[in-house]
């Protein structure tokens, strides 16, 4: 029997090393130039001798005057260029919730209160266990004490003491990690979407840490899983107005009061997938924390496609036609977000992608315009610009549409399904768990950059690129602590329960 031959590889290979001399071409063009141009000047000075070089120096005829004015000048540019320059920010430290076990919600017990509360509904019951089956979810996930009940108790009251507990129990480890104390806080910011209490949310932090009068609070409200990088943006803009300053956010979903009691499978969706979780991060644009900050802040690009009266609608809290309240997911959600992403891509491209991925794009743009419009468009290679990718785990089919759009491969998705199945959907939280698995994993190493984009209602992609300032030890604590030498762990297509 004739052997099969063997596959040229002599190709394959010859196409990875022009594409690799390619690359460092044209990244490294201006280096390129100048080494032979400075290699000329050399060997001319060279030639000359250093008897015909002080020879021309000393004819040089220097007027007092014009050295002085020229001094000043070259001061004044200097001087203006660094007082215009904005402010450097930086996330000196940050916190993740972690709820104690007795919130865990195994797949047996997410089912048997199921059948429980929708007695009189069994196709109800049989789509949650099967959105369940391939959410990618695992056994460890949390919801709050008031959805333990049946049937549950979503009152105020059980809303209030789960914002208590996720919201200072995060800041309080974030205190005790950065030694900060609460009245050394200058701007505070707290999103979350479905849960607008009187106070605010905002104010009960205030009262709890006793803040100083003078704080500038803000409180976000109704603005999705993507309100974390917005709350990122709104103190950054503040950081630059006000120097020597702080900000603490605070990114976090109530899910007490959110628990859909219905039976349209649209709503029943978000009771399947979004958990308990929270976080606390410290930004600061003071030069001091320059050497124990975590990340400096390089780029944050926000896109919104509210325009668009799909997009507006394809997440949309509304009641059913029994009176429940719930959130409606669109069937057109990921065709929608596919579209806000390349709109966001297209806009930090060019910010973060190396010259060699930023040409062959426009050249593949320019061919389609004026040649062939069915030219397969080019895709940057932005595993070329990141290190690490923490993309927000809003369920299975999110991450493996990005996964396939951005050509990543599993290791680089792996922080974003891992804190899916360890965690669920923790809504604007969600970053900085995957941010956290990433550093747990002694993967974290100065100059890495980082980048985070997340999805949410209106609809918005935002997305926002950090560079590690110092190599991160494993932390001992932590979400991850307890778990993370299990991880990662192969997660199946389906789940049979």
Known sequence: ??????????????????????????????????????????VELLRIGPEEIFNVWDSLNFDLVQVLCSSFLVIFISTVYFMSKPRTVYLVDYSCYKPPVTCRVPFATFMEHSRLILKDKPKSVEFQMRILERSGLGEETCLPPAIHYI????????????????????????????????????????????????????AMVINKYKLRSNIKSFNLSGMGCSAGLISVDLARDLLQAHPNSNAIIVSTEIITP?????????????????????????????????????????????THRGA????????????????????????????IAGEALKANITTIGPLVLPASEQLLFLSSLIGRKIFNPKWKPYIPDFKLAFEHFCIHAGGRAVIDELQKNLQLSGEHVEASRMTLHRFGNTSSSSLWYE????????????????????????????????KCNRTIKTPKDGPWSDCIDRYPVFIPEVVKL
């Open 1 to 42: 029997m004739p052997q099969a031959p063997m596959p040229e590889f002599s190709s394959s290979v010859k196409l990875k090393y022009v594409k690799l001399g390619y690359q460092y071409l044209v990244n490294h063009f201006l280096s390129v130039l100048l080494i032979p141009i400075m290699v000329t000047i050399a």
């Open 308 to 335: 668009d009266d799909k997009s507006h609608y394809c997440v949309y809290e509304q009641e059913d036609k029994e009176g429940h309240i719930g959130i409606n997911l669109s069937k057109d959600l990921m065709a």
């Open 151 to 202: 049937p549950p108790t979503p009152t105020m009251e059980e809303a209030r003491s789960e914002a208590d507990l996720v919201i200072f129990t995060a800041m309080d480890d974030l205190f005790k990690k950065t030694g900060m104390m609460p009245k050394d806080i200058d701007i505070l910011i707290v999103n979350c979407s479905l849960f607008s209490p009187t106070p605010s949310l905002s």
């Open 258 to 302: 959110n628990y859909y009691k219905g039976n349209e499978r649209a709503m029943l969706l978000p009771n399947c997938l979004f958990r308990m979780g929270s976080a606390a991060i410290l930004m600061s644009n003071r030069r001091s924390d320059r050497w124990r900050a975590k990340y400096k802040l390089c780029h944050l690009v926000r």
């Open 435 to 466: 941010l956290s698995y990433i550093e747990s994993k002694g993967r974290m190493r100065r100059g890495d950059r980082v980048w985070q984009i997340a999805f949410g209602s209106g609809f918005k992609c935002n997305s926002a690129v950090w």
